[in-house]
């Protein structure tokens, strides 16, 4: 299967502040990366469809300007929280389809992100 | 959207015994996979089974796509086993190569010496 990971593995900011997490393929030219979002005891809710050199995609309730989105190359897409606010703490993970002709999803092994 | 409905939310096994999980959906998919979240959030491909049966080692996996639902069997199990598992479907309607995937809530297996 694909291998994608994720940098960095956990981050601490403070308020206001943005941070940027980036998602790699790296076995494999990913041109649709997928950015999801899970709080604690809940379960992976889909934030963007990243695709390379166009814009992402969002899904309903996600704000595009707090949560940029950049697939730049075929092997790197990357999610910045601008402005994070404690509210913002939570567990990303980024997920692509590996190339091949299944649907199958392969997920990096996610970012905790914590705002004080 | 799709519903996914995942059963029991929470399962407690001694060691050594088998269980069953379940996945109901509310729609057709193209993509149906079994994954297990360890204690560190790392999400592990188990199964990619839209339809039919597959095996891998003490793990098996059938999904009925007629029916609108899978099963996920753990036989013997370990406490390695213990963590969260999430079923996640590709909606059909989504149209060919969407890829986006709906996660249901999890069974958090523990599996206790």
């Known amino acids: 299967g694909a291998v994608v990971s994720q940098h960095p593995s956990w981050v601490i900011c403070k308020s206001g502040t943005s941070v940027k997490i980036e998602c790699r393929s790296l076995?494999?030219?990913?041109?649709?990366m997928f950015w999801y979002r899970q709080f604690p005891k809940q379960s992976l809710m889909l934030m963007a469809t990243s695709n390379e050199g166009s814009k992402a995609t969002y899904e309903q309730g996600v704000e595009k300007d707090k949560f940029l989105i950049n697939h730049a190359s075929l092997t790197l897409s990357t999610l910045t929280v601008t402005s994070a606010h404690p509210e913002d703490s939570s567990f990303y993970i980024c997920?692509?389809?590996?190339?091949?002709?299944?649907?199958?999803?392969?997920f990096g092994p996610g970012t905790r992100l914590t705002v004080t | 959207g799709i519903q996914v409905e995942q059963s029991p939310p929470d399962l407690i096994l001694q060691e050594g015994a088998n269980s069953t999980l379940r996945c109901n959906f509310s729609d057709s998919v193209n993509n149906l996979q079994w994954f297990h979240q360890n204690p560190w959030g790392q999400l592990i491909n188990l199964f990619y089974i839209p339809s039919g049966t597959k095996q891998n080692g003490r793990l098996s996996a059938t999904t009925v796509a007629t029916e609108r639902y899978s099963l996920l069997y753990i036989s013997s199990s370990q406490t390695t086993d213990s963590g969260v598992y999430f079923c996640a479907v590709d909606p059909a309607y989504s149209g060919a190569g969407s890829y986006q995937l709906t996660f249901g809530k999890g069974t958090k297996l523990s599996v206790i010496p």
């Open positions: 997920s692509t389809d590996g190339g091949g002709s299944s649907y199958e999803q392969y």
């Open positions: 076995d494999f030219q990913a041109t649709t």
